[in-house]
């Protein structure tokens, strides 16, 4: 997954939104629709796998966190192997 903002903007303060392109390639179906699920909640989508997103610096951490969770429920609440 690449979560990428533009090289001109920075993530400064919390009230400050910047755009961020999310792009991610995942094979596995059930797991590509979870990732879009929870992705919708946090931007436009441009495409199936493109998200256009205005984070604040807690948007993102947001983002990845339920993103991480979704991968850890995903791999049975273990942190690594399967």
């Given at each position: 997954m690449l979560?990428?903002?533009?090289?001109?903007?920075?993530?400064?303060g919390d009230g400050?939104?910047?755009s961020f392109l999310v792009c991610y390639d995942i094979a596995d179906d059930k797991r590509l629709a979870k990732v879009h699920k929870t992705m919708r909640g946090f931007g436009d989508h441009l495409?199936?796998?493109?998200?256009e997103c205005?984070?604040?610096r807690a948007d993102l951490l947001q983002c990845r966190h339920r993103l991480a969770q979704s991968e850890l429920k995903r791999r049975g609440?273990?942190?690594?192997?399967?």
């Open positions: 979560i990428r903002r533009p090289a001109a903007e920075t993530v400064s400050v939104r910047n495409q199936y796998s493109i998200f205005q984070f604040t609440g273990r942190n690594g192997h399967r």
